[in-house]
């Protein structure tokens, strides 16, 4: 791999700290949401359940690859998927009071999982395109003293890292813009693992027909990877000095913590509003 000419400079720190893509991700969009999932660390006690359904295909995946092909079985996949979306739709709603429409929208993701892993069985099979391989995989790097680096991998073979992507995805925007393919490449090299590149799994919404199912693999070169390092240390330096200030802009509407950053700027109750409506990490459901 090929050093870049200058080292990056290294952090001023005095905390531990271990970054992964997802918080860098939240860093980079807003410092206010930050602070509340992972300086306050609550999370909303009403959390969504569309991404329910990502969640269990990707559970269900992780296992269905990390055995021998000649063990892999439809039923399997469609029953792990199942005991998955299970758990996680109890997690969700025994969270709060029931909604009339959750009966039917349980209903409605299953039918839509069912659908999706049915076309994915037609299309692949047991898959002997893809080996038994590390799955849901953990990989840390400590790059000073304070500061550490984690990611948590679809899938790892040989020499390519394997992103499940569900839903409508266009290939062109992962291959350019994809921060988590850059970060987690630079990740495996950085261990001494030199994979090519990112493979993106992509698993279409039950409303696409069965040849919009993709496999694309995009390999990520030593110049494309040369700055994640020092961007990652700029971050960890922001994190540690600057303060946690809201990024106002039309995506506050989607926000889950809207409530509280209205409550600020209105002087109301805050804390109120996270006891009631709000889960903090050390409390049980």
Avoid at 68 to 88: C, G, H, I, Y
Avoid at 161 to 167: D, S
Avoid at 264 to 280: A, C, N, T
Wanted: charged share 30%.
């Amino acid at each position: 791999m090929r050093e870049s000419k200058q080292m990056p400079r290294m952090p001023r720190m005095s905390n531990m700290i271990t970054l992964s893509h997802s918080k860098i991700s939240t860093w980079k969009s807003c410092r206010r949401q930050y602070k509340f999932i992972y300086d306050d660390k609550i999370s909303p006690i009403d959390e969504p359940t569309y991404f329910a359904l990502g969640r269990s295909i990707h559970d269900s995946l992780s296992k269905f690859y990390a055995i021998e092909p000649e063990m892999r079985t439809q039923q399997d996949l469609v029953n792990w998927f199942a005991k998955s979306l299970a758990d996680d739709w109890s997690r969700l709603t025994s969270r709060r009071e029931a909604y009339p429409d959750d009966e039917r929208d349980y209903k409605s993701t299953v039918e839509n999982g069912y659908t999706m892993l049915t076309r994915y069985w037609n299309r692949y099979g047991i898959d002997k395109q893809i080996g038994k391989c590390l799955t849901e995989h953990q990989v840390s790097v400590q790059l000073t003293d304070n500061l550490s680096f984690t990611g948590k991998l679809d899938c790892l073979t040989s020499n390519w890292i394997i992103e499940h992507k569900t839903g409508n995805i266009t290939v062109e925007d992962l291959a350019l813009e994809d921060d988590q393919s850059f970060m987690y490449c630079w990740l495996m090299r950085k261990v001494g693992r030199p994979v090519k590149g990112t493979v993106y799994n992509i698993i279409p919404s039950p409303t696409a027909q069965s040849s919009s199912f993709q496999r694309v693999p995009i390999e990520r070169t030593d110049n494309e990877l040369a700055s994640v390092e020092s961007e990652i240390l700029q971050i960890a330096e922001e994190i540690e000095w600057l303060p946690r200030l809201p990024t106002r802009s039309y995506s506050c509407k989607s926000c889950q913590f809207r409530m509280l950053c209205r409550a600020e700027r209105q002087g109301g109750d805050v804390e109120y509003l996270i006891d009631s409506k709000f889960r903090r990490a050390n409390e049980t459901a």
